[in-house]
C-alpha cells in the first residue's frame, strides 16, 4: 500500500519563491497530480508570491474567454439526456474489464532527447564519416585522418547549437518551463550527442592511415573542452552564437597557421598544427575541460532565461 504524504509548509514556501531544487519541485509537481490538499495550499502559497497579481489576471481572462465562448445553457429535457448518457456511459465503463497500466520501459530521459539526435546534425555526422572512408579507400588520399581531425573537434559543438535552445526545438518554450528543463536538459541532449559522434569519428580515425596526424583518440579530450565551452559561453551569449564562436576560433587556430605556412604540402603543415594543438597538452585540455565545467556550474541559472538568445 503506498504511503500517504502531504508537502510540508517549508517545502510548499521554497517552491512557491523558486529555492526549491528540481528534483525536488518535480517531485513536488508530480504529487500534485493526485493530491487535491497539497494542490490548493500550493496554488495558494505561490498566489502570494509578487507573481501572484500576474497570475491572477491571466486567470480572469482565461475564464472571461471560456465564459465569451461556452454556449448557451441547454433546456431541461437535453439536460436530462445528457445525464441518461453520462449514466449509461459511466455503466458501460464499470462493466468493461480494465486493462491494467504499463509504465514505459524507456528511461525518461530518453524522451528528452528531442533535436539531439536527429536532424542536420546527424547527417552531418554520417557525411562526414563516410566521407572520410570514401576518400581513404576509394580515392586514396593519404591525408584524410588529417582532415578529419580537423573537423572532428567541431562536430560535437554543432551537435549542441541544433540540440537545444528555442532556434532548434519547436517545444522548447513547454520543456525550458518544466523542471526537467533549462541546464539539465541541455547536458542530456549534449551527453547524447557526445555519446553518438566520440566513438563514431573516433572508430573512423582509427581506419584511416596516420600519414603524420596525431592518434585518432588524441582529439576527444579537446572535442570535449570545446563543447563545454561552448556550453558555459551559451550562458551569456546564447547557443548559437557560443557554438559559432568556439568552432571558429579552434579552425582558425589551425587553419591559419597552416595556411601562413609555405613550407611543405599544406596537409603536412595541417598535420603539424594538430600535433602542436593535440602531442604533450593533454593535460591542459583536462583543465580546460574542468575550468569550462565550473563555469557551467556557476551559471546554470543563466539556461532559465535563454529565450531571446
Known sequence: MTAIWHASDDLTLRYADGSLPETEAWSLEKHLETCTTCATRVSAAVRNTAAG????????????????????APTTR?????????????????????????PSRLHPALWSLGPALRGTWLLALLAVSLTALLLDRAAGYEATRTLLLTLAPVVPVAGVALSYGPHADPLYEITAATPSGGLR?????????????????????????????????????????????????????????????????????????????????????????????????????????????????????????????
Not at 79 to 101: E, L
Open 185 to 309: 536538459l541541455a547536458l542530456t541532449r549534449t551527453a547524447a550527442v557526445l555519446a553518438v559522434s566520440l566513438p563514431a569519428l573516433t572508430v573512423t580515425g582509427a581506419a584511416l592511415p596516420a600519414s603524420g596526424a596525431p592518434g585518432a583518440a588524441d582529439w576527444l579530450l579537446p572535442g570535449l573542452a570545446l563543447t563545454l565551452g561552448s556550453l558555459a559561453l551559451a550562458s551569456y551569449v546564447g547557443c548559437r552564437t557560443a557554438t559559432a564562436v568556439i568552432g571558429g576560433s579552434w579552425l582558425a587556430a589551425v587553419l591559419v597557421p597552416a595556411v601562413a605556412d609555405h613550407g611543405g604540402p599544406f596537409t603536412a603543415r595541417l598535420a603539424g598544427q594538430l600535433s602542436a594543438r593535440f602531442d604533450g597538452t593533454q593535460a591542459g585540455w583536462a583543465a580546460a575541460a574542468v575550468a569550462c565545467a565550473a563555469l557551467l556550474a556557476v551559471r546554470r541559472g543563466a539556461y532559465d532565461h535563454l529565450e531571446n538568445r
Open 53 to 72: 497579481p500576474a497570475l491572477a489576471e491571466i486567470r480572469d481572462l482565461v475564464l472571461a474567454e471560456v465564459g465569451d465562448s461556452a454556449p448557451t
Open 78 to 102: 437535453a439536460m436530462g439526456a445528457r445525464r441518461s448518457d453520462m449514466r449509461g456511459s459511466a455503466a458501460s465503463a464499470r462493466r468493461a474489464p480494465t486493462r491494467p497500466h504499463r
